[in-house]
């Protein structure tokens, strides 16, 4: 069983900085692997994805600020956020899709970032 596990949310104010962990075990026929968020009252919206075939792809509204990278095992996932907004205040969570069959989904790790 595919498991995703966050870590690294927290508490921090406008302009700082947190970096968000995803350790996967079990992953299996790979196809994509990123980050997702949601904010109160709103959808669950892309933050950041690769898969087999593309480099990072990163929402508009986060280019230049974060930045997502793998260890070399390929089992850890991480999210590095500068420049943080309150905006960015969302649930975080870690996505991994394989090439067939359902998309995963780690717990959540809540990030707010006060003004």
């Known amino acids: 069983q595919v498991q995703l596990v966050e870590s690294g949310g927290g508490l921090v104010q406008s302009g700082g900085s947190l970096r968000l962990s995803c350790v996967a075990s079990?992953?299996?026929?790979?196809?994509?692997m990123g980050w997702y968020r949601q904010a109160p009252g709103k959808q669950r919206e892309l933050v950041a994805i690769?898969?087999?075939?593309?480099?990072?792809n990163y929402a508009d509204s986060v280019k230049g600020r974060f930045t997502m990278s793998r260890d070399n095992a390929g089992n850890t996932v991480y999210l590095q956020m500068n420049s943080l907004m309150p905006e960015d205040t969302a649930v975080y969570y870690c996505y991994f899709r394989p090439k067939f069959g359902n998309e995963y989904w780690g717990q959540g790790t809540q990030v707010t970032v006060s003004s």
């Open positions: 079990n992953l299996f026929n790979f196809y994509a």
């Open positions: 690769s898969t087999t075939s593309t480099s990072t």
